[in-house]
């Protein structure tokens, strides 16, 4: 291989390595920066649906305690009961398909059926004290488990922004790598073009040096198979035939 | 010196890394392209253009002195350990830099021990990874070198003194290209054949692949968090410790063995005496687990007991049990064991069986000289006779092994770390076996020491691994002429 083929597949071999690094390094970035999107995403999701399912029970709750209050025994709060049951019961089936925190949903899917059970005991001789003795404790557990979930979610993002506080430099880490990897091939680039490339090219300048000023035989020893190597073999060819010409003149 | 075919050779040899990086990528690609993916593919790349560059530049020289021969097995292990830390340390995780280069250098030295406290985190691709360090380095990752390198001769003898105990080289008795075949059937034969058991005995094929990596370099990477322990199988534990003990014996003595030849395992000094020091060191340590109450039952005394007693003194650190309250009697044995290890010309680490002989029968004829001052009495092993020198290169060796011990244990202790734990941590990573006592018994991880002590363990790893000459020449390259 010949010494301009030699440096160029150097140069393209440093530059493929620092090219392929920064595209994977892209990558890596992109499905870092996928991922905190993902869990942001899922955060705020979270909250809105926490939101829908705490806001659904508050109008249930406040809907059956007017309907008990209220002696005249409208069928507007029945309807209003069925409306918040509804809504909640479509935040519900939200959070079951985009958030996965099955263990919390179940707890809160539990809750809820137990809720429902104590809700459905609802007639006209209900009073305040079933109300505040027996239906108070199933809504309470039901919000509790609600905003449990909503903590859950929130705790994970929040154990995820430590964990990238804490690994800031994980970020970069391929970046770094890559950086130090083509720092390591320039310094043996360096190297070798010393060692393969200058190192001869003086060596044969001091040979010849040697016997043009001091007639010292022209002994340069080159490891490579390139043009430097064939340069030295026609300096030696050229010194014989010069020692043979000189003679005659 | 020449300095650039020494980069040349060690290039070749970071080639060989690259392969089962790219294995491994693809493990984790038709894993569903789990989070090792892009580390492992990117490490595979960096790894590949670090090894290919040389070979732009240099030409091949097949005429190595000792000296470049030296360093070339030094540069190679350092730099595989540098660059086969680059998957763990992208994957993130438990890996910061000083775990990532400990994990590494454990891989790669056949020691096994692990700073994850969760192993089973890890993506299959990673896995995977881990339990090739320990099959490449368990070869001798120059001996791939000289296998993969087309050239002969003088260059080949010169690597392999380096990479093998001298003893083994003698015992070989083959000539050195031959010992190459050699050493590649009968690892990848085993290895292999270890794989395939496994399966036959309920393993899946990636648990059994990697374990059988892991045994065959006398390594001990688990993929699981409890190792062997967590199948609760005796069959496989039985197919473990057969093949855990075979990996401790001479690859030449297996050859000729599987070959019918005269110079065979049964009639091999050494190995007769290695089998028998397992056997005492396994009565002991099972008969101290009965009386200890450890164990109620004599069978599973003896179970425990011989796996773990295979598992040290192979050097390759796998769990059946958890160790960390054996009675001291146990401890004291299994330590002797984690100093003798197993048989030169093995992968196993530590001071060797051969040598241990030898010293028994020094010491013997050192008395007999005393008492029968005019006799001329020859050290004989394996019907041998062995000079002074090679007998006073064991007791040197032994001698070199304590001091460093005493030393890595003394430093380990100013690291506010307990006696036990200091002095097995030091031992068990000279000998490259991985699990010691105390905080760092065959259960835990080496993930709660001082940063300083993890880098400290890694440097003794190294140090053993490479028979402590090999890496004591490399500070001391200005006086080799």
Redesign the interface.
Known sequence: ?GIKH?IR??FI?IG??LF??GI?SS??LS?FNRATHNLLEKSQQSIEISKQMLDAVQEQNTALLLSITDTLHSAVYDSLIVKSDRDFDRAYRTAQSGLHDPVQLEAIGTAFQYYNSIVSQVSDSTDIVWFTDVYKTSYYNLTHSIKEFMVRIQQRTIDYTAQLER?AY?AS??GI??LG?GI??LM??Y??LN??FIGPVLQITKGLKGYVNSRIPFEVAV???DEINTLKEYIATLITAHKKAKPQA | MK??VV?RYVGLVMLLNAAFMLISALISLFNGMDTGF?PL??SF??TA??G???L????N?NNLSNKESYVIVVMAWVMSCLLGM?PY??W?GEFTFTNAWFESTSGFTTTGATILSDVEALPKGLLFWRAATHWIGGVGVVLFAIVILPSMGRMKMSLSSAEMSMMAKDNFRYTTKKILQIIIVVYVGLTLCETLVLMAVGMDWFDALTNSFSTVATGGFSTKNLSIMYYHSVTIEMVITFFMLVSGIHMGLIYATLRGKHNNVFRSEVARFYVLSLLVSTLIVSASLLMNHNYTNVWEALRYGVFQVVSYATTTGFASTDNALWPPLAMIVMIYCTIQCAMAGSSAGGVKADRVLLILKAIKARVLKLQHPNAVIRIKQNGLTQEDGVVNAAILLVMIYLLTALVGTVLLTAMNLDLLTSFTATIASLSNVGPGFGKVSNLASFGPLPEAAKWLLSLLMLFGRLEFFGFIHIFMLRSWK
């Open positions: 291989m030699k597949l150097g071999t493929i390595l392929l690094s994977i990558l890596e499905r690994n994980r880490m391929v790598i890559a990897a390591l091939l043996v680039f190297f070798m060692n393969y490891s490579t198979q | 300095l650039g980069i892009y593919l990117l790349l960096i253009i670090i290919a560059f040389p732009i530049f240099v030409p020289d680059v340390l992208i993130g």
